[in-house]
């Protein structure tokens, strides 16, 4: 079966930008969704169809693929970021990524 | 939005019936997955189904124990629950599920809206 890797964490400065990375065999050619989960809360889609933003979602919140990576790059960090944020594919199911927990310092 | 319900404390073996209400969007048109996340862990898609019912799919960690359906009638999705094991202990959420083709002609699917959960407990 897929399978998407995420580290576990990453860390950013407040202001500064975050960069989660997703990783999987050819990922290039699929199209891949994030989710952010705060404690205690429902997972809300941030980003779809790779680079596309739901409505509501802010514009420092963007996707890209390269290679076997894909990225979720959040922009001007901010404390309210601080979440797990999950990585998506359809790989015949739907697959996700184990997750990374963005600590805001 | 989805509105899910009916999870609760179980034993090993037991049963439960999880429900998920949707309102606000014509259910009968969307496919309906459930995905559950034990605790301190992450997202596992557990089911899914069509929106005519007409094709469902189970991981394998829930295959022949879980049963999902829908009611288009009543914009109602439901998940039942047997032979409950201790690591299904989770919180259940439904979500829709949206699909298409983008421009590389690949399949892409996603969970756009999401329930709060609903959390089964499974302890002796």
């Known amino acids: 079966s897929y399978e998407l890797t995420q580290p576990l964490s990453v860390s950013v400065a407040l202001g500064q930008t975050a960069r989660i990375p997703c990783g999987g065999h050819n990922i290039g050619t699929k199209t891949v969704h994030w989710y952010q989960q705060k404690p205690g809360q429902a997972p809300v889609l941030v980003i779809y169809?790779?680079?596309d933003r739901p409505s509501g979602i802010p514009e420092r919140f963007s996707g890209s693929t390269s290679g076997n990576t894909a990225t979720l790059t959040i922009r001007r960090a901010q404390a309210g970021d601080e979440a797990d944020y999950y990585c998506q594919v359809w790989d015949s199911m739907t697959v996700f990524g184990g997750g990374t927990k963005l600590t805001v310092l | 939005q989805l509105v899910d319900s009916g999870g609760g404390l179980t034993q090993p073996g037991g049963s439960l019936r999880l429900s998920c209400a949707g309102s606000g969007f014509s259910f009968r048109n969307y496919t309906m997955n459930w995905v559950r996340q034990a605790p301190g862990k992450g997202l596992e898609w557990i089911s899914y189904?069509?929106?005519?019912?007409?094709?469902?799919y189970y991981a394998d960690s829930v295959k022949g124990r879980f049963t999902i359906s829908r009611d288009n009638a009543k914009n109602s999705l439901s998940l039942q629950l047997n032979s409950l094991r201790v690591d299904d202990t989770a919180v259940y959420y439904c979500?829709?599920?949206?699909?298409?083709?983008?421009?590389?002609?690949?399949?892409?699917?996603?969970?756009?809206?999401w329930g709060k959960g609903s959390a089964v407990t499974v302890s002796s």
């Open positions: 189904i069509t929106s005519s019912s007409s094709a469902i």
């Open positions: 979500a829709r599920g949206v699909s298409g083709f983008d421009h590389r002609h690949s399949y892409f699917y996603y969970l756009d809206v």
């Open positions: 169809r790779d680079t």
